[in-house]
Structure formats: C-alpha cells, structure tokens
C-alpha cells in the first residue's frame, strides 16, 4: 500500500468512525463516549449489563478533586467529567426516562441490574441538563423459558436423586 | 471509583495489627506442635467449638461477604437463595465427614482415600482436578485482598495483596491446622457481629418496605421468581458448592482433625449457621439501588454500600469482616493444599519412604512455597479469576458421585470413576462454553452421575473397607 | 411473578435472627469444651 492510498484509507477510517458515534451533543462532538462493556451489539441475557466511558487522551487534563495529597496520588482514576447523570428510557428521543442515575464527576463505569425484556436508551447528561454523551441502545431478552426449564427441571431431579441417596443410605448408614 | 472511604494510614494501621496478633497467636499455639499430625492434623482431638468454627469460618469466604451481593445484585432473589443453599454442601458432608474418620482413621488427605479406594489412574486425574481447583481459589482469595484494599483505602493492590499472603503464611507456618482453626474461630466472630451490624443498620435505616418497592418499580427482574438466568443458576451453583466440600482437601483434613464422634455434628453445626448469612450479606445489595448506588463492577456493590450507611466507620467495618474472611480461607486452604502436596505427591509419588519428620518440615516449606506461587499468580491481576474459579464448576462436580459411592458401595470400580472425572469435566467445559457458566456445574455433575451408574451395574469391585484402616502406601 | 414483601421480610428477619444465634452457639460451646478440657 503506498502512502497516499494509507493516508486516504486513514482519512476514511476517521471519518467513518466519527459518523458511527452519530449522536452529537448540540452543534459539538460529545466529550464522553459511551459504550456497552458487554459489546455493541450483544443482547443482554440476564437484565444484567455494564457501561463505561473511558477517559479521552484529549480531556485528560480535567480539574482534580481536593482528596489531600497523599490519597490522591494513590487514586487510580481521579479525571474528572462533565457528567452528572445517567439518563436510560424507553425511547430513543428520551421522552420516556425510566431512570435517573446520578453520577459522580469521576465515575467511569457503572454496573446496572434487573432489567425486564426490551430496548433501552441510555446516555450521560450534565447539571444542565444537556447531554455529554453518545446514546446507547441496549436490548434486554432474557432467556427462554423452555430452555429455562429443562435446564432446572435436569438440576432438580439430579438434586432430588443425590438427596435421596444422602438420605436413605448416608444419613441412615450404621458401621 | 467514586472516593476512598479509609485512608492509606487507617488501612496501614488495621493492616500492622491483624497481622501481629494473628502471628503472634499462630506461634503461641505452634509451640505445642511436637509430630507431623499435631502440625497437618491438630493432634486428631479438635473439639465441637472449634470444630463448628472453622468449618463455618472457612466456607465464609471473600465469596460469601462480596459475591453473595453480588450475584443478590445481578439475579436478585435467587441468586441470594441459590448462594445460601451453598450450605447444603457442609450439611450433607456431615454424615460422610463420620464415615471418613472412621474408615480411615490414620489416613492425612482426601488423596489418600481416592488411591487406596479407586488405584492410581483415578488418583492422578483427581489430583489434577483438586490441585486446578485448589490453586484458582487460592488466586482469587490473593487477588480479592488486594483489590478490596484498593478500593477502601486506594493502597496499591500489589502492596495489599502481598501484605495478606504474608500474614496468612506466616501464621500458618508457625502454627500448622492448630492456628488455622483458632484464628478460624476468632475470624468467624468478627465476621458474623460485623455482617449482622452492616445489615440491621441496612434494615433499619433503609426499610425493607421502600427497598421493595423500589426494585418492583425500576428494577422487578430482582424480585421475580421466575428470573431465567437466575433459574439455572441455582441448582448449578448447588452442585459446585456441593462438589467443592467433597472433593477439597479442606474439608477432608478437618473431618479427619476431629475427635472421634464431633466430624458429623460439627458439619451440620455449621451448613445450618452458615445457610443465614449470604441472605443477610445478600439481602443489602438490594438496597443500593433505592439508594442510589450503582457500583463500578458488581462485586463492589456490598461494600459501597456498608459504606454509604456507615460512613467511614462501616468501611472500617467492612475492611475488617472481609479481611477475616478471607484470612480464615486462605490458610486452611494453604494448609490443605500443602497437606495434598506434601503426602499425595511427595510421599505418594517422589519419596515413598519418607519419615513423618522428614514430612513435617517439607509440609512448612511447602505451605512457604504455595504462598510465593500464589503471590506470582496474583501479581498481574487476571481480571478473569473470578470467572477462572467458575470455570472450575465443572471440574468439581465430576467428583459429586464418586465420592458418594466411593464411600458407600463397595462395587464402584476405580476405571469407571477415572471415566466420570474425564468425561465429566470435558462435558461440564463444553457446556461452560456452549452455553454458560450456569451450566458447566451442572453437565459435569450429570455426565459423571450416568457413568457412575453404568459402573455400578456392569462391574462389582468388591473393595475391601480393611485396606482403608491401614492406609496402604502407593505400590 | 414477583416475591411478596411479607415473604421477603420474613425471609430477611429470620435469617437475621438465625445469624444473632450464631455467636451465641459458639461462645457457649466453647465455654462447654473449655469446662470439660475437650478443646483440642
């Protein structure tokens, strides 16, 4: 590949990848890029999933929190972000929130749970309200419940055939 | 991480003091260590107290104190059931804990009944299979230390984690089982007062009333009963606690340190005070939510928010119950793995002829060296363990059956239970990838349970129970 | 189909009452054996 092809291909490949973080906060680039540690598109099994918006090489040089000297050198993340919640609803326009998750400034992932089948929406917003972030889409399908079944119907009757064995011939046995 | 509740000095200073006065205790009760069962087996004599102690405390692990939220906080009501019935594994290990001192009551470790009982192709694959699941517990207790402390107090984790090993060796060490099952007393106190404070301030202050309602409202796949994921966690989870007590060297050491007659009591002592506590560490990870508080990584939701409601205090509180818990495993697990180490592949395989003295001081060196091993495996941090000590599911729950039978049945032949170790793992692995970590346990268990069967009806061994009596040596 | 709040009340309270026993259970046993010199 010669330079000038490299450089066209390079060139692309940022283009592209900006176009793929569709999301714009007001006329700018969001600040903070939201993603699902899970994978882009990986349907989430058990309500359970996680995000994360690492630190930008950029925005590195953020404001430091007051912790005294000698914690804060020990902190292994203390970058701070603009971010103070995290919006999930139901749509994408977020009309309907279903949650409202306050952030912390130095907080970059977070661990959330319980979720009933269906699409989500999520994205970091400030004090004002305005977003800082991408939007994530997360789609919930848990299991089916066949395949639930015959999984713990196999567990139960295996437990069932142990105790039973435990019960007439290990409690029971005399020497 | 959101701050660090504890300072580095705090975490220090806590730090100095539980390791003087557990080494300090560990030499004091090693001064009366004379033979090689004093040091591996605690002279054969422990009593009910301290019998029921160190099972409970040792089965307490950084598991019990940070997973059990955790799997409260991903699968809600099930996983917090599901870990609880963990507890089954101590209670139906009771009856055999009677049966195994009385069937071997000179023999050291879990490897010496699986030669003499099974020969030795089924002793070598059981080796492999218990010294992967001893070595993967052993890593992730290491690991948990240091991140726990990481995140307390931002100490770094490789100074945390190091400064726990070394304890927990050095008292071990010094004292052998007898200091393990002390110091497992003392540790099981602290844990219970602690974890009881942390949840009746969580009951009291939180309400358990806006805590439901709260989950119904934003998060009702944590009070489902029909939670799918969670379904198939729980007989899985079941049979790897389950497998985990019949197979470890732990828990076969204990039962042969017992005083004739306390195995059996001691056991059941301990799974029915144990079955509580994963609901009571569980049941705060419910909270969190209603609070506010969604954790970095799940593992962490426990001790946030002991945090949150108890402010520096309840890190404090936390430092020290999961400090304990995990002390109280890592040295009998270092105990039980250089027991297995030191009479299983030493004495079985190397030097055949060795004295029990010549035992007793390779077992300290040994327990040195599984230390330093630990600390070289916890260095870089595998993010991974966690999920490494689940992977091991399906190697512990081939052993299920053969266990059972193997102390029951006088026909079960030793070819068929080397087939139900292989093929039970191999299945229980295709599974953990075919599927998920819910199931390697599970298909491990199920593979291994048919072959069995099929050995028991195609074969009749006729084992003689005598040549248990006198622990014959490997020929 | 979700837990009752009764179920999971009494769930929680019971296992905290059962873990209070704990404590209690192992300092009286190891009073006992320390009485009849049986801890070791």
């Keep these: 590949m010669t330079k000038k092809t490299m450089a066209v291909f390079l060139f692309l490949l940022m283009f592209t990848s900006g176009a793929l973080g569709n999301d714009q906060c007001g006329t700018m680039q969001c600040p903070l890029t939201l993603e699902l540690k899970e994978g882009k598109d990986e349907i989430i099994t058990s309500g359970h999933f996680n995000l994360i918006w690492p630190v930008k090489e950029a925005l590195s040089k953020g404001e430091r929190e007051d912790d005294g000297p000698g914690i804060a050198d020990a902190l292994v993340d203390d970058e701070t972000h603009a971010a103070t919640q995290l919006l999930i609803a139901t749509d994408q326009s977020f009309s309907q929130v279903t949650h409202t998750i306050p952030i912390h400034s130095t907080k970059r992932k977070i661990s959330l749970t319980g979720f009933s089948d269906g699409e989500y929406y999520a994205r970091l917003f400030d004090g004002h309200n305005e977003p800082v972030s991408n939007t994530v889409k997360v789609k919930v399908k848990h299991h089916s419940m066949g395949r639930v079944w015959i999984i713990f119907t196999s567990g139960a009757v295996l437990f069932a055939l142990l105790i039973a064995y435990m019960v007439a011939k290990v409690f029971r046995h005399k020497e | 991480?959101?701050?660090?509740?504890?300072?580095?000095?705090?975490?220090?200073?806590?730090?100095?003091?539980?390791?003087?006065?557990?080494?300090?205790?560990g030499w004091w009760l090693g001064r009366k260590n004379k033979t090689l069962d004093d040091f591996m087996l605690a002279g054969r004599n422990v009593g009910l107290a301290f019998a029921g102690a160190t099972a409970m405390a040792t089965w307490i692990t950084s598991n019990t104190t940070l997973v059990a939220p955790q799997l409260t906080y991903e699968l809600g009501i099930w996983g917090m059931v599901g870990y609880s019935l963990a507890a089954l594994g101590l209670i139906l290990f009771a009856p055999m804990a009677k049966r195994i001192k009385e069937l071997m009551p000179e023999g050291y470790t879990c490897g010496d009944f699986i030669r003499v009982r099974y020969g030795k192709p089924a002793w070598i694959a059981f080796l492999i299979v218990s010294f992967c699941y001893a070595m993967g517990w052993l890593v992730s207790l290491g690991m948990a230390g240091g991140v726990l402390l990481d995140t307390l107090s931002g100490l770094n984790y490789k100074v945390g984690m190091t400064v726990i090993l070394a304890i927990c060796v050095s008292y071990t060490l010094l004292g052998g089982l007898r200091a393990v099952i002390a110091t497992d007393y003392v540790q099981t106190i602290i844990i219970i007062v602690g974890v009881l404070i942390i949840g009746f301030v969580c009951y009291q202050s939180v309400g358990l009333e806006s805590v439901y309602e709260f989950n119904k409202e934003k998060h009702p796949e944590l009070l489902s009963l029909l939670f799918p994921a969670a379904m198939m966690f729980l007989f899985n989870n079941i049979f790897f606690g389950i497998g985990e007590i019949f197979h470890s060297n732990v828990w076969w050491s204990r039962a042969l340190a017992f005083r004739p007659g306390i195995g059996k009591k001691a056991y059941l002592l301990s799974g029915f005070?144990?079955?509580?506590?994963?609901?009571?560490?569980?049941?705060?990870?419910?909270?969190?939510?209603?609070?506010?508080?969604y954790p970095d990584s799940s593992d962490m939701v426990g001790p946030m928010v002991a945090a949150k409601l108890l402010g520096d205090i309840g890190a404090i509180f936390v430092f020290i119950v999961v400090f304990s818990a995990l002390a109280s495993s890592l040295d009998s697990l270092l105990a039980a793995t250089s027991d297995l180490v030191t009479r299983d592949i030493y004495n079985g395989l190397i030097d055949k002829a060795a004295s029990k003295e010549k035992l007793h001081k390779l077992s300290k060196l040994v327990i040195l060296g599984l230390g330093v091993v630990t600390w070289i495996l916890c260095l870089p941090k595998i993010t991974t363990l966690g999920a490494l000590l689940n992977f091991t599911g399906a190697f512990v729950a081939s052993t299920?059956?053969?266990?059972?039978l193997g102390l029951y049945q006088r026909r079960m032949s030793g070819n068929f239970v080397t087939a139900a170790f292989v093929l039970g793992t191999t299945c229980g692995l295709i599974g953990y990838h075919m599927i998920g970590f819910y199931v390697a346990a599970l298909f491990s268990c199920i593979t291994?349970?048919?072959?069995?069967?099929?050995?028991?009806?195609?074969k009749d061994d006729k084992f003689d129970w005598q040549r248990l009596k006198h622990m014959e040596k490997m020929q | 189909m979700i837990i009752s709040l009764e179920a999971l009340e009494t769930l929680v309270l019971v296992a905290m009452g059962v873990t209070c026993l704990s404590p209690i259970i192992l300092i009286i046993l190891l009073i006992r054996d320390w009485l009849k010199e049986e801890l070791w």
Excluded: E
Aim: negative net charge.
């Design chain 2, 273 to 293: 005070l144990w079955l509580p506590i994963p609901i009571v560490t569980g049941f705060v990870a419910l909270a969190a939510p209603s609070l506010g508080l």
């Design chain 2, 448 to 458: 291994s349970f048919v072959i069995c069967m099929v050995g028991l009806i195609v």
């Design chain 2, 1 to 25: 991480m959101d701050y660090n509740p504890i300072s580095i000095n705090t975490a220090l200073i806590l730090l100095v003091i539980f390791g003087i006065v557990w080494i300090f205790f």
């Design chain 2, 400 to 404: 299920i059956w053969p266990i059972v």
